[in-house]
């Protein structure tokens, strides 16, 4: 670790409390969620906007960054949670 990071984070073995309670955790194996291909979709008009987003059945808007195609159902990480079996 250099100097810098050193001064920068102070003692770091303060930030270390979490490793006790961090033992015999779960494994967790994280899927592989890149996407197959990727592409950019140029439309000239705001009717080809329209035709495009009914076609595909999905809401697109000018704050819309990018979508699945299908659109993917599954449920966000926030909606899953470790229980203990002993509980």
Not at 22 to 41: A, G, S
Not at 53 to 82: A, C
Request: glycine share 2%; net charge negative.
């Amino acid at each position: 670790m250099s100097k810098n990071q050193e001064s920068l984070f102070g003692d770091l073995d303060k930030y270390s409390w979490w490793d006790e309670h961090w033992q015999d955790m779960p494994e967790y194996k994280m899927l592989d969620e890149k996407p197959f291909h990727t592409i950019k979709v140029h439309f000239v008009t705001k009717q080809d906007l329209k035709s495009f987003k009914e076609l595909i059945n999905q809401t697109v808007t000018s704050q819309t960054k990018s979508i699945w195609f299908p659109k993917k159902n599954e449920l966000p990480p926030r909606y899953f949670l470790y229980v203990d079996e002993e509980e």
